[in-house]
């Protein structure tokens, strides 16, 4: 009996057999059209039957015309990947809105950082000082009767930045008070006195500007000179925290979860570690009616590695799945058979060559190894690939 093999083409990969690993429709798109030419061309491939063949082993073997050559089944660790694109910036998005009347005196530049308890710009040549805070000012704050008599978020946001500021201490004002007291007018007469107004231990409406963190000013809207009044947009900024954002494809949701370790790839080329932050648990539908995505967010390791860039295109590897001390072969060693399944072609040191039914774990496509088990496969056995 005459028995031949097909060798898969090396940018070719299997579908997955009731394993689980990362989901990949075109691939198994393609070797449904594969399993179709080689049942269509009449291809056999009998797993128990030896090949009549006696060509050394050392060559290789070819029941086809294609040529091949040896390689090692080897024993050691395999991670699956998916590469995505994404987008490298900084994290969050704020706009600044004026409360004062006046004329606008001062203005940042695009790109300045400003720190909380510095100035962000001035009206009438009195400064507006950042302070961190999630609570947007609405309202002057000023020691009342009795502590208790001015309360809420932005009050116990400013007791925060104070004491961070060091203008007064957390023995002296807890840093959680939500009550403006003796020790809140204090921290905040030490304010005034380091930016140089009068120092009254009153925050007017319009001198403070509260923003969740420090701010990379994007643009200014604002013009020098030109009348400011409440409610007009001055500046919009980010964080200076560097950010990944990954529009992943929904049905990849699964894959990926909060605390995965990724490699980011920056536009030099360059790689830089990550680790997934968030995961989006609300799908959206893609541009031009595309496929849903979920939002991933990646925080980089080493954020400076990042440099400046801003809104870059970028690409992630992320690791979907790991497994340690297997089997491995190279994708392009297995065999598509007839009747199902997959096997590899063991190449003994006799010169004969026996094909092994295999059973397909984790594919690690950055290498383009697979996960194999079967029976008695074993490392260092040497395995027939296609030619380079």
């Not at 029941?63 to 395999?78: E, H, M």
């Not at 231990?201 to 409440?230: D, H, N």
């Amino acid at each position: 009996m005459t028995t031949q093999s097909a060798h898969l083409p090396a940018s070719v990969e299997p579908p997955e057999p009731g394993i689980a690993r990362p989901s990949r429709r075109r691939r198994r798109r393609i070797l449904w059209g594969l399993a179709v030419v080689l049942v269509a061309g009449g291809v056999a491939v009998g797993v128990s039957d030896p090949f009549a063949s006696s060509t050394p082993a050392s060559t290789g073997f070819a029941a086809n015309a294609d040529p091949t050559s040896l390689t090692t089944v080897t024993r050691g660790d395999l991670s699956s990947q998916t590469q995505v694109d994404a987008t490298l910036g900084d994290a969050g998005s704020y706009s600044v809105v004026n409360q004062s009347q006046g004329t606008v005196t001062a203005l940042p530049a695009v790109g300045q950082v400003v720190s909380q308890g510095q100035v962000l710009y001035e009206v009438n040549g009195q400064p507006v000082v950042l302070l961190y805070g999630s609570t947007p000012a609405y309202r002057s704050l000023s020691e009342g009767p009795s502590a208790a008599d001015v309360t809420g978020p932005d009050v116990q946001e400013l007791n925060a930045d104070l004491v961070a500021l060091g203008y007064v201490t957390s023995a002296e004002l807890s840093p959680t008070s939500d009550e403006f007291g003796y020790w809140t007018k204090a921290g905040v007469e030490k304010l005034q006195a380091a930016l140089g107004i009068a120092q009254n231990g009153t925050l007017a409406l319009g001198q403070v500007a509260f923003l969740p963190t420090a701010a990379r000013v994007t643009s200014v809207a604002a013009t020098l000179g030109a009348p400011a009044g409440p409610g007009q947009a001055v500046m919009s900024a980010t964080s200076t925290t560097r950010e990944v954002s990954i529009a992943l494809d929904a049905d990849q949701q699964s894959e990926v979860a909060v605390g995965d370790h990724v490699t980011i790839t920056l536009p030099d080329n360059q790689s830089t570690p990550g680790v997934i932050s968030s995961v989006g648990t609300v799908a959206t539908s893609g541009q031009g009616g595309g496929s849903p995505t979920v939002t991933v967010l990646v925080n980089p390791t080493d954020p400076a590695a990042t440099r400046n860039w801003d809104q870059a295109p970028v690409e992630v590897s992320i690791t979907t799945g790991a497994v340690a001390d297997v089997l491995a072969v190279p994708v392009d060693a297995l065999l598509a058979l007839s009747s199902g399944g997959y096997a590899v072609e063991v190449a003994a040191t006799d010169g004969i060559h026996r094909l092994v039914a295999v059973s397909l774990g984790l594919f690690d496509d950055a290498d383009g190894m697979v996960q194999v088990t079967g029976s008695g496969l074993a490392a260092g056995q040497r395995v027939v690939v296609p030619a380079l």
